[in-house]
């Protein structure tokens, strides 16, 4: 039986189907630092794993390190400074208002449902009749900034994707859409954005464009890269210049 479709492995379809069939056979759960900062905020606002801060040396050699591990299997693990960080996002989320507002509703609840005959399955952040929210950490919570990081990573499209779960299962269609932005360092600024109407149906082109190529790969058993056949190298024919002996030579 095939695996449900989660977002995080259909986005990979936008570089190919060769990228989302790695992804999807090969999940790896080791965290990298601001991974961890990004899941143990989700964890202090939203619920989830416990969160361990360990001040010591993170070294597979030391008997304490190893300890601490044992002691906290499935806990997320924090260094003194990474959770410095979590706990001054947090802090910062927890004195906006609007903020504090879009995160009460349904957290982490997964769900199950069927899309274009797929079974698919996503758990939002945050969903209720009301809104449908997004909590999401960056280098940069600067509106500008953010929107264009949002663009490239997806983020509308990954909305379009729960609203469009929220729908086929059978829970209704939430009435407005957000995500909550906060800085990853110091002071920590929170910006709150309304993902427009546009926004979500160029999202959900996207989704049902990944979806079918999907259905088409999985039908044919067949996950190309870029290109299967030959792609022209070609460049156009240009004048430039060069500099000999101190005088500009124009060559072509």
Known sequence: MLERVHFSTLKHMQRSPAHYRYEADNRDEKQKGYERGGSALHSFLL???????????????????????????????????????????????????????????NREQ?????????????????FSLEHLTELKTDKSAHPS?????????????QLAWYRRMLIECGFGTPASYWIVAVESAPPFPVTVFQV????????????????????????????????????PFDVEEDNFTLRIDGEDVEVG
Request: proline share 2%; aromatic share 8%; net charge negative.
């Open 145 to 157: 900034r953010f929107v264009s990081i949002g663009k490239f990573y997806g983020y509308h499209a």
């Open 47 to 105: 619920g989830g794993k416990d969160v361990a801060l360990y001040e010591g040396r993170r070294d597979e050699r030391m008997q304490a390190w190893r300890d601490f591990q044992e002691e906290h299997v499935g806990s997320i693990i924090l260094s003194a400074t990474e959770h410095a960080k979590a706990v001054g996002m947090r802090d910062s989320i927890l004195h906006h208002r609007r903020a504090r507002e879009l995160l009460v509703g």
């Open 196 to 231: 427009t109407d546009n926004a979500l149906e160029l999202g959900e082109r996207m989704c049902r464009a990944w979806m079918e190529r999907l259905l088409v790969c999985e039908a044919s058993d067949t996950w190309p890269a870029y290109a299967e056949s030959p792609v």
């Open 110 to 126: 997964t769900i199950q449902a069927s899309w274009l005959g797929r079974l698919t399955e996503g758990t939002p952040d945050v």
